[in-house]
């Protein structure tokens, strides 16, 4: 494998259930400005994190495999639900390499956390897989790790309904069981968690600091692209956005989650495969 | 087509987005003791309520696919969301009977109404295919009929919150419009709704009656299959469960809706189609 020195204008593949994902899509932007990205959001089967292991691969999968047939020379699996599930093996079976959320997310709760007590949130599907308590205690098997799902978030976050006495209510019902933990470091598990970041903080108080993954994450995508000179300087990098179901929704809501204009949102159904035109013959 | 005429012990096809419908086929078993069942629930890319028209017929063609391989003589659309869109397009379609929700909750709506003052609470595609609208109007272009989508409803009946503040804070968001319209009666215009009737109860007041069309719609069953003299008595009918993700959860949350134990839930997934030979001939 060498065709990482050759500074091909390959695009970054990244992935989500739905829109969360646009959070990690912003920071790398931000930190990469001059490499093309392809993004895929399965709006028609979110969420993911209800789910099971099995389906949460398969769709993962499905997912990766249309992000390769857009050539794409690295992956980032910008949901917690498949990072926290399909990762290693996706990491296991493709040549190109693969960024997941939990990884860069459990690090910077590890640098954060004073008194060694953190708390996470996330999906049920992320919740079970004890994905972050492993990789927190790869860093430090002495800190603390205090895991709770949050199952209405995610619809509070599509609704909108992220202030007022309702949602605060629900937060407050899921966070207390970890404020009583005593946790200073709060890990938002979930990319849709972040719209709701300034009613959490109000319940967790200034004492608490929460670890949003995207940022982490770009950071790592970006050091292994130097690491490996992966690096492009396009000066007209391409930005593609695709989804499974309503792109106009996605258009949207996407400006929130992405913090700029997305353009035109394609369709795209991974399930029903590709036609071998479409594989791109140069990988 | 004279197959209906022969007796023939052919089950009826039941399908849904999740767990929901099993409050239609609770009541089919009890007016219709002597049939077999076929239930599919497509867990794996549930809610149907929030996705499109394009996706929402894509998955019912599959799941109907899926109860026809199993050779169903009638398939009953135990999905709001389903019948509310692709319901026209089975029935145009498919030689054996199809029954969706939509008509038996208008109908008996219709029939309840004092005031002539309807509400509906539905999914946000429901709502948004005014099906309940046309239907009432079809019996009685006079009553006017008010529609709410309440987003949060399915994820709160998932998680079991049913009772307590929290739920009770959502209802009153979403009820409080209907009620301000003076409506008398009120259509539960999806299949998890059910379980938060107590609740609902309480904030519309006794003078609001409710109308959950899973009876209505093992009426339109029963009578579809007198008047086409397509009745099975089978002394040892069978109950086959499947769906598309999560069977052990679907076995524990089934039984609540289901009102009996449901036995052993096996998984399929249709949209990876069916070996030719799993197509029964007989059909």
């Given at each position: 494998?060498?065709?990482?020195?050759?500074?091909?204008?390959?695009?970054?593949?990244?992935?989500?259930?739905?829109?969360g994902g646009l959070t990690v899509a912003r920071q790398i932007i931000k930190l990469l400005p001059e490499e093309s990205i392809v993004y895929f959001g399965d709006t028609a089967r979110v969420p993911y994190g209800t789910k099971s292991d099995r389906i949460v691969r398969e769709f993962t999968w499905e997912d990766c495999l249309f992000l390769l047939w857009h050539g794409v020379k690295l992956i980032v699996a910008a949901c917690n639900t498949a990072s926290a599930i399909a990762l290693d093996e996706l990491d296991r079976y493709l040549q190109i390499p693969v960024v997941g959320v939990i990884k860069?997310?459990?690090?910077?709760?590890?640098?954060?956390?004073?008194?060694?007590?953190?708390?996470?949130?996330g999906t049920q599907a992320t919740v079970d897989s004890k994905s972050y308590q492993k990789e927190i205690h790869r860093i430090d098997p002495d800190i603390q790790v205090h895991v709770t799902s949050c199952p209405l978030f995610v619809p509070l976050a599509e609704e909108g309904w992220t202030e007022g006495e309702i949602p605060k209510l629900i937060a407050e019902k899921y966070l207390q069981p970890l404020l009583l933990e005593n946790i200073d470091t709060l890990i938002l598990g979930c990319t849709h968690y972040p719209l709701l970041k300034p009613l959490l903080?109000?319940?967790?108080?200034?004492e608490v600091t929460m670890v949003d993954s995207a940022l982490e994450t770009a950071k790592?995508?970006?050091?292994?692209?130097?690491?490996?000179?992966?690096?492009?300087?396009?000066?007209?990098?391409?930005?593609n956005f695709y989804v499974s179901d309503l792109p106009r929704r996605f258009e949207d809501l996407g400006q929130r989650f992405l913090g700029e204009q997305i353009g035109t949102v394609s369709i795209a159904e991974?399930?029903?495969g590709s036609p071998p035109s479409q594989f791109d013959e140069t990988k």
């Amino acid at each position: 494998m060498n065709t990482s020195s050759e500074h091909k204008p390959q695009p970054i593949g990244i992935f989500d259930s739905g829109v969360g994902g646009l959070t990690v899509a912003r920071q790398i932007i931000k930190l990469l400005p001059e490499e093309s990205i392809v993004y895929f959001g399965d709006t028609a089967r979110v969420p993911y994190g209800t789910k099971s292991d099995r389906i949460v691969r398969e769709f993962t999968w499905e997912d990766c495999l249309f992000l390769l047939w857009h050539g794409v020379k690295l992956i980032v699996a910008a949901c917690n639900t498949a990072s926290a599930i399909a990762l290693d093996e996706l990491d296991r079976y493709l040549q190109i390499p693969v960024v997941g959320v939990i990884k860069p997310g459990a690090r910077a709760a590890a640098e954060s956390t004073q008194r060694g007590i953190v708390g996470v949130i996330g999906t049920q599907a992320t919740v079970d897989s004890k994905s972050y308590q492993k990789e927190i205690h790869r860093i430090d098997p002495d800190i603390q790790v205090h895991v709770t799902s949050c199952p209405l978030f995610v619809p509070l976050a599509e609704e909108g309904w992220t202030e007022g006495e309702i949602p605060k209510l629900i937060a407050e019902k899921y966070l207390q069981p970890l404020l009583l933990e005593n946790i200073d470091t709060l890990i938002l598990g979930c990319t849709h968690y972040p719209l709701l970041k300034p009613l959490l903080q109000d319940i967790l108080g200034d004492e608490v600091t929460m670890v949003d993954s995207a940022l982490e994450t770009a950071k790592d995508v970006a050091a292994l692209m130097t690491a490996q000179d992966m690096l492009s300087s396009d000066p007209d990098p391409q930005r593609n956005f695709y989804v499974s179901d309503l792109p106009r929704r996605f258009e949207d809501l996407g400006q929130r989650f992405l913090g700029e204009q997305i353009g035109t949102v394609s369709i795209a159904e991974p399930w029903k495969g590709s036609p071998p035109s479409q594989f791109d013959e140069t990988k």
